[in-house]
């Protein structure tokens, strides 16, 4: 019985097929990796810039009235966190034996008529109390602030409006606050006050790539101008990483105290990865506005 063989142009196209079928299953599972390349990219910037946000909103809600402010060509955003606030009692009833708050001269102490706002009913308050007058500034202890405004005598960041809280009392359920010797600007019409634990600085620097949250730091009427500076302030700040891979972002500050605040947050990520389109760079926008909340 004769065998029969391939012949050479059985081969040859056999070959070519094979060539063919091999290219275009190349093609396609390149074309799946680079999109599960784009795909992965994109949740981790995502993923990024939604703990920045996140952060972000959390610190602006809790911020002091009329302590938003911004630097750096709109690239750094500082604000006074608000641990806890309440009301002092400004008048006397016909008993005549509340501890009210004067604004007539100086004064270390006050009833609270209305319990404090973020403690609830049977816990303990979370104040942090030194009988330091430095304490405050330094964010050592927490800061007294009455009536805050955006300039003058009534600026927080200014020490004319912030004195160090020394008590609250009792421990649960506190009615009394405490606070060194003290001679606050003006009152306030609804006789609010607001206790300060920090303040916290956002800065976003393209040169790095980096978005960094800032806090602990002394307080200063000075802007904030670079990493650099707050890190050599008397009480240095302490600083954590919240997202890289950003080449741009811009904070912007609307409205007013009367109509209510508003700050827009525009992040800008570039990431290029050499797998993905021969190195091409990969950019995303994020963009949140958040209200400030305004506290009766």
Request: glycine share 4%; net charge negative; proline share 5%.
């Amino acid at each position: 019985m004769m065998q029969r063989g391939f012949t050479l142009i059985e081969m040859v196209m056999v070959i070519m097929i094979t060539s063919i079928i091999a290219t275009l299953g190349a093609k396609m599972i390149k074309t799946a990796f680079d999109g599960y390349y784009d795909v992965a990219n994109r949740v981790n910037t995502l993923g990024n810039a939604d703990i920045a946000l996140h952060h972000l909103r959390q610190d602006i809600h809790q911020a002091l009235p009329n302590s938003i402010r911004l630097s750096c060509n709109n690239r750094c955003l500082e604000l006074l966190h608000v641990r806890d606030s309440g009301r002092y009692r400004a008048a006397l009833s016909p008993l005549a034996t509340e501890d009210i708050l004067d604004f007539s001269s100086n004064d270390n102490s006050f009833d609270i008529t209305s319990g404090l706002a973020e403690t609830p009913i049977g816990t303990a308050h979370s104040i942090s109390t030194s009988n330091a007058a430095s304490a405050c500034e330094n964010s050592i202890a927490d800061c007294l602030v009455i009536n805050p405004a955006l300039t003058g005598l009534q600026d927080a960041y200014q020490p004319s409006n912030r004195t160090t809280i020394t008590a609250a009392l009792p421990a649960i359920n506190p009615n009394q606050l405490n606070f060194v010797n003290f001679n606050f600007p003006q009152a306030s019409t609804k006789q609010r006050f607001y206790i300060v634990d920090t303040p916290i600085t956002y800065i976003c620097d393209p040169t790095t790539g980096t978005l960094q949250r800032y806090h602990d730091y002394t307080i200063t009427p000075n802007l904030v101008s670079s990493d650099a500076e707050l890190l050599g302030r008397n009480n240095p700040a302490e600083r954590s990483l919240l997202s890289n891979h950003i080449t741009d972002c811009q904070f912007q500050l609307q409205g007013d105290a009367v109509s209510g605040s508003t700050v827009s947050i525009n992040l800008t990520y570039s990431y290029q990865d050499p797998a993905l389109n021969q190195g091409e760079i990969q950019t995303y926008s994020v963009f949140n506005q958040v209200k400030i909340k305004g506290r009766p």
